[in-house]
């Protein structure tokens, strides 16, 4: 499952299973990378659409392929009734907390999701029922795959 | 001495002044208009006055009102900064009249070089090399001809009634000036109605090289050696370095500079800190251009490399002291050298950039210095020069201190708006600039063979990633989002500690 991103015409594939970087992010719109043993660190400057990431000095203008629309619209249903849970970016179910049916906490844990080497846990966005549980483990899914629902 | 001075001006130097005043333990009064209520030299003194709206003929170029502020918070004496009112011989004399002590020279002084053509012969007059020619109309070119005999090639002939290039021939060699005369007389007949035309020497490729002075009331006077100014861009300068590369490598010219432009300001009465800047050539020949009365933008570098404050003896000549140093007591050591970090854009023809600054780190350090007056949510106002800070290193050789600079400026994040700080890193990377070898048209050569500022080929890959993650950490999901994202923070960060 990979990202699509231009950059000067050219396009990245983004494959979380396989860039070895770690990611933190330091400040808004500053983020630090480790990669091969080597850090970055990366700013953003973002207005609408565009991405600019200043490394060193260096500007990159990037595209990205809209997963955000995708995810706009796979999260569009009211706080009221049916919230869905929405993959933020490719990544890896690695674990899954709570079973269809299963009734939860707002905030509580539902399935842990791998990206860029990173784990990262998806929480109820309100107090409910599981009512479904697309996520499987080991599977790959793209950002704004709806992951599970909560009634 | 003084126990309270008014800054009249904003920015950068406001804040510069305000420190050593400071340090001298005298007040400080800011004045302020509508654009900069809540700027940094505001925010630092002891006292603040409104002095009108944004505009600088409304406010900071208000003799009237600066003196009103002044009478009302109880100054003794102005610091003019530079610009604005700093070269305002009308400025300079209502100071004096309001009985406050202007820190600068003179209005005398000041009105006696704000004259180009009296400067000119003021400084003929005082023994100190003008570029050579002869501002009357020749009868023909055999009048050329002996000028080059005594000055030699290239020289250029220009329009007596000209401007503008027209009438103007360049000649490299005795046989063209035959028929450069007679072209460049015919054009200046057809332009002007006037083919009168004189002789001057052609200085290629100058440097602009000048020498800071500063002297007392009492005529006591020592030079602080030279700056190299000839990084320049529309005839503004953008770097500058002190020693200069060439003078460096010349034994003798700096003392020979020193004494020239000692001469100009002496024979002008000078006093307080002044500069001389001279055009030099090739060979190492210095010729008068003008003197500014005031303090430098650029004066830094001298600072650092002589380390005198400027400021504070300008204020204590100012204030009737006798000036504490002689010649002998002024030394140079090392290498000192300044950017100007401006708002604009070296990739899109250095548009101006205003605007907010979203986030700032800002270069630290051994040898750094950084006089600026910006701030992380401040608002580049669009009323105003863009300069955001000068940036300058010192270090042992130039070489050491080129270096510095570069690690200094990778150091510098200005977001928000566009800054000229990867232009500086070209131009520092650039071979002819680090070999030395400058003069008051090299950025225009540079700007034709600069390469783009092309990033190592890992760093897309890593821009590629980081954006893919900030998208996702950013995207709109659920209404629990803000929790998501700040989830995600937490989680990032636990990585990184890892």
Known sequence: MRLSLDIDGRTHEIDPEHGGAQIAAVEPGVYSVLMDGRSYEARIEQSDARIVVFIDGYRFEVQIRDPRRWSRQAGRHGAEGRLNVVAPMPGKIVRLLVAEGDMVEAAQGLLVVEAMKMQNEMKAPKAGRVVSLAAREGATVAAGDVLAAIE | ?498
């Open chain 2, 1 to 498: 001495m003084f126990r309270k001075v008014l800054i009249a001006n904003r920015g950068e130097i406001a804040v510069r002044v305000m420190r050593t005043l400071r340090e001298m333990d005298i007040a400080t009064v800011a004045v302020f208009s509508d654009a900069d209520r809540t700027s940094l030299h505001v925010r630092m003194a002891d006292e603040a006055e409104w002095v009108g709206p944004s505009p600088s003929a409304e406010s900071y170029l208000r003799i009237d009102r600066i003196l009103d502020a002044a009478r009302r918070h109880g100054a003794e004496a102005i610091h003019p900064g530079y610009g604005f009112l700093s070269e305002n011989a009308d400025f300079a004399a209502a100071c004096e009249a309001a009985g406050m002590v202007f820190i600068g020279p003179s209005a005398e002084s000041i009105r006696r070089m704000g004259s180009k053509t009296a400067a000119r012969q003021m400084a003929m007059a005082a023994g100190a090399p003008v570029v050579p020619g002869a501002h009357e109309a020749l009868a023909g070119p055999a009048g050329a001809r002996a000028f080059a005999r005594q000055f030699g090639y290239p020289l250029l002939l220009k329009a007596v009634a000209g401007g503008g290039g027209k009438g103007m021939r360049r000649v490299d060699a005795d046989a063209e000036l035959d028929s450069a005369f007679r072209d460049a007389a015919s054009e200046a007949e057809r332009s002007f109605s006037n083919p009168d035309l004189y002789v001057e020497k052609l200085i290629e490729r100058p440097r602009h090289i000048e020498i800071q002075l500063l002297g007392d009331r009492y005529g006591n006077m020592v030079h602080f050696g030279e700056r190299e100014c000839s990084i320049q861009r529309r005839h503004q300068k953008v770097m500058e370095e002190c020693p200069s590369p060439l003078v460096a490598a010349q034994p003798g010219m700096r003392e020979a500079m020193g004494e020239a432009a000692l001469r100009v300001a002496r024979s002008a009465g000078y006093y307080n800190a002044g500069t001389v800047e001279f055009l030099v050539d090739a060979r190492g020949d210095f010729y008068f251009l003008e003197m500014n009365t005031r303090l430098q933008v650029e004066h830094p570098v001298t600072e650092l490399a002589t380390g005198h404050d400027l400021v504070r003896l300008q204020i204590e000549v100012a204030a009737g002291e006798k000036l504490r140093l002689r010649q002998e007591d002024i030394a140079w050591r090392g290498s000192a050298i300044e950017c100007r970090i401006y708002a604009e854009d070296p990739y899109n023809n250095f548009f101006p950039s205003p605007g907010k600054i979203t986030r700032l780190t800002r270069p630290l350090g051994p040898g750094v210095r950084l006089d600026g007056c910006v701030h992380d949510g401040w608002i580049v106002p669009i009323d105003y020069d863009p300069l955001l800070a000068k940036l300058a290193v010192w270090s042992e050789t130039r070489q050491s201190a080129i270096a510095r600079m570069l690690r200094a400026l990778r150091e510098y994040d200005v977001a928000g708006i566009h800054t000229n700080i990867t232009f500086f890193r070209q131009i520092l990377e650039d071979e002819e600039f680090r070999a030395g070898r400058l003069h008051t048209r090299f950025v225009d050569e540079f700007l034709e063979r600069r390469k783009p500022f092309a990033p190592p080929p890992d760093l897309e890959s890593i821009a590629a990633l980081v954006a893919a993650f900030h998208s996702a950490r950013s995207a709109p999901r659920t209404e629990s989002a803000q929790a998501q994202r700040s989830r995600w923070l937490d989680i990032g960060r636990r990585e990184a500690l890892r």
